[in-house]
């Protein structure tokens, strides 16, 4: 019963590839967010949707575009992935847009070789 | 703009010894601050979190207390155990703005038996 279940937890790549990474959560929450963590753990926020509809958009490269087919799911995709993408990638997810209290899935770890 | 500043790790301590890890913030307006951890291998997890000056979140033995004065939130804990073994991240939210939470760049703790 994880609350924020994110898929893959691993994965190994060659640059110039594509990849998505998939999040869901069963919290009934409306917001979700993308986090980067490099390796040293420093925290990045990328990207949050709130009922599906995008309101924040950090400076991030345009080879990354989330989706939110419904409120439960915030998807990310990379294209033409690049050594520089390799880092963990965390969803989260909050009660709405107002609040500091997230919620974090356990991680995505990519590695672009 | 706005920041969060925490002490360098990693922070090495011998089971029961008494924990503090300094952190503090720049802000606009009067944020709310928060202190999450992460365990080996998982996500963030919300640990306490403080809403106005002074303030005092506690939680699993740990304590802040927002002290506006200093701009600061200092993490302490009187007696830590091998299992408080983690990266601990200070974070603020500026209340009224579009939900971005900006954490600080986390402070490895490892305790020793």
């Known amino acids: 019963d994880t609350a924020v279940s994110q898929t893959p937890k691993y994965l190994v790549t060659q640059m110039g590839n594509d990849k998505s990474i998939k999040c869901e959560q069963n919290l009934g929450h409306d917001t979700m967010y993308w986090y980067k963590q490099d390796s040293k753990k420093f925290l990045k926020i990328m990207f949050s949707?709130?009922?599906?509809?995008?309101?924040i958009n950090e400076t991030v490269p345009n080879r990354f575009s989330p989706k939110s087919p419904d409120k439960a799911h915030l998807n990310l995709h990379i294209n033409s992935l690049e050594l520089g993408d390799s880092a963990v990638y965390f969803c989260a997810s909050s009660q709405d847009s107002n609040t500091g209290e997230l919620f974090f899935g356990e991680g995505s770890r990519l590695t672009v070789l | 703009g706005n920041s969060v500043t925490q002490m360098e790790g990693p922070v090495t301590l011998s089971e029961e010894a008494f924990l503090t890890i300094n952190c503090t913030y720049t802000?606009?307006?009067?944020?709310?601050l928060f202190w999450y951890v992460q365990y080996p291998g998982e996500g963030l997890q919300l640990l306490l979190k403080a809403t106005k000056a002074d303030d005092k979140g506690s939680n699993k033995g740990f304590e802040a207390t927002y002290r506006k004065e200093t701009t600061s939130f200092h993490l302490e804990k009187g007696s830590v155990q091998v299992s408080d073994s983690a990266v601990y991240f200070c974070?603020?939210?500026?209340?009224?703005?579009?939900?971005?939470?900006?954490f600080g760049t986390g402070t490895l703790l490892a305790v020793q038996p």
């Open positions: 949707y709130n009922n599906k509809e995008l309101i």
């Open positions: 974070a603020l939210r500026r209340n009224g703005a579009t939900n971005k939470l900006i």
């Open positions: 802000a606009t307006g009067y944020p709310s």
